[in-house]
């Protein structure tokens, strides 16, 4: 079973920028749907920003031109580029991954704070 690890979470002040990194071990990456999920002990988990594989990429209203999505398959990993961070995108993000027979996986999980 594929595992997947984020990497790249820390602490930041606003307006800072942060990548989060999710590399997978699996080989159905570059077929599959590759999403960032947050969440917050006040709020459910929320789709971030998610990306098909054909680069398509979607993104949460609150995020949207401040955040970008990539991926890279030839490293089986995807991206997400954070900038003009703000307290309210501190959470802990997830990385998630549905492959094309609708198999889903998470991440562990890595933190965000964006604090002065």
């Known amino acids: 079973q594929a595992q997947l690890m984020e990497s790249g979470g820390g602490l930041v002040q606003p307006g800072g920028s942060l990548r989060l990194s999710c590399a997978t071990s699996?080989?159905?990456?570059?077929?599959?749907?590759m999403g960032w999920y947050r969440q917050t002990s006040e709020k459910q988990r929320e789709l971030v920003a998610g990306?098909?594989?054909?680069?398509?990429?979607n993104f949460a209203d609150s995020v949207r031109g401040r955040f970008t999505i990539s991926r890279e398959n030839a490293k089986n990993t995807v991206y997400l580029q954070m900038n003009n961070l703000k307290p309210e995108d501190t959470a802990v993000y997830y990385c998630?991954?549905?492959?094309?027979?609708?198999?889903?996986?998470w991440g562990q999980g890595t933190q965000v704070t964006v604090s002065s």
């Open positions: 998630y991954e549905r492959t094309a027979n609708n198999v889903v996986q």
């Open positions: 699996g080989s159905s990456f570059s077929s599959a749907y």
């Open positions: 990306i098909s594989r054909f680069g398509l990429a």
